[in-house]
């Protein structure tokens, strides 16, 4: 049934008590109250309810409520202990036998200091084991993305090696020896683990070496953090595209930081 507006009818004061109804607190608790229902089953898993099902309702409730709150906005993340921040673009669970399997996209992510451009996270055997606080347990890690040539320089430079790295006026790689007077133009690519190491063009005091004299020897990156494998690195022009798998990782949260930040729309913390 269509209702039409009478200008005959309205008045100030009716105006006010219309307002006065709108703004009135409790219409506003019960408005928060229901669109933020869908958090309702984390606060009572939080209290102590526990059923066979609460993993996959736990599951359900997270990826839902973080992608309906911070889908396609940005992120504020303490991820075991690093920091991060980035714009979510999707985050999808789903069951896969006995465990879960989770694709996360994220963009313009800055972790730790050091900007990717995109990254996509794939985790593998996700299990969520019952508890204050609920841990959280996963087979594998499967992270792929890109990163900017400079920036990574930059986080290459800051280790402190026997050389410095950066780019020069062309965006070519220029490593100089800290100690000796050595200078190259250098690329480098990672696959199944072993670094490889392409010089250009060398000198030490500013006399060119022979090729013969600057073969780098491959290094097989056997000691990275985490027990972590790359799978490649390798340069496109200004970007540098990767693929890293990390083995089981376990952590844990706190499901009423949780619930508290997908509401707030504040910080998520995984330890």
Known sequence: MATYFDPKSWSLSGAVDVGRRLL??????????????????????????????????????????????????????????????????????????????????????????????????????????????????????DIEGVIGLEALVEWVDAQNFDWRVRLDERGRILASHRSKKMRALVDAQVYDNLLTIDVARANWHGIRLPRRAIKAPALLLDDLPNRASISYAHRRGDKVRFRIELPETTGSFDLAQIRTAIVAGTTLIVF
């Open 24 to 141: 009135d607190p409790s219409w506003i608790d019960q408005w928060l109250g229901f669109t933020t229902s869908w958090a309702d089953p984390v606060a009572d898993l939080g209290s102590g309810t526990v059923t066979a099902l609460m993993p996959d309702v736990l599951m359900t409730v997270l990826s839902e409520g973080i992608l309906s709150r911070f889908g396609g906005q940005e992120v504020s993340a303490t991820l075991l202990g690093h920091d991060l921040t980035a714009t979510l673009d999707v985050f999808k669970v789903r069951r896969r036998g006995a465990h879960f399997q989770s694709k996360t996209v994220l963009s313009d992510l800055v972790w730790d200091a050091h900007p990717f451009d995109s990254v996509t996270v794939i985790a593998h055997g996700v299990r969520l084991i019952p508890g204050v606080p609920t841990k959280i347990r996963v087979q594998q890690l």
